[in-house]
């Protein structure tokens, strides 16, 4: 047996991931290029969050590959740590005499994109001793087209006092 993994034989579902999404499925098929045999093997996947910490999130036991099988993985947005660029790599661990080894691994990047914006100045519970305030505030996707945004300013965190604004 040979089984045998390549980047573009990974890919995601739906292609394209926001932080208005909840979960997605990273897709592996996984060939075997060889001999064709009773047997299990570990099929593992470590995501790296763009802060650069690495999970092993998924891990399956699964029958060997005969010739070719496409395995899915489901995996959450998170959109506390996952907005950004994250990295899947993907691994066939087997303890099986396999021609070459080397093709057992692939990685592969998705750039989870988000529709927010965060407030740059002032920043949350700030305290501003001026009644003329620029209001700053950074996009989570670089590239997405021209919106309006409403930035409201209170007195309060609940947003309910009578001198709430809107704008």
Do not use: W
């Not at 650069?52 to 998924?58: C, E, V």
């Amino acid at each position: 047996p040979d089984y045998m993994m390549t980047q573009p034989n990974v890919y995601f579902t739906p292609a394209e991931v926001t932080s208005q999404d909840s979960v997605f499925t990273v897709n592996v098929i996984l060939t075997n290029i060889g001999k064709a045999i009773d047997t299990t093997f570990i099929v593992e996947v470590r995501r790296t969050y763009p802060d650069g910490i690495t999970i092993a999130d998924s891990v399956r036991f699964m029958k060997a590959t005969y010739y070719k099988d496409t395995i899915k993985f489901k995996f959450p947005v998170n959109v506390m740590k996952g907005i950004g660029m994250n990295n899947f790599t993907v691994s066939i661990n087997t303890q099986i005499s396999e021609l070459c080894k080397t093709n057992n691994s692939a990685t592969v990047s998705l750039l989870i994109k988000s529709n927010d914006i965060t407030p740059i100045y002032p920043y949350e519970y700030a305290v501003v001793p001026s009644t003329n305030v620029t209001l700053k505030a950074s996009t989570g996707d670089p590239f997405a087209p021209a919106r309006n945004y409403i930035f409201e300013i209170d007195t309060t965190d609940a947003f309910n006092s009578p001198v709430k604004m809107s704008h």
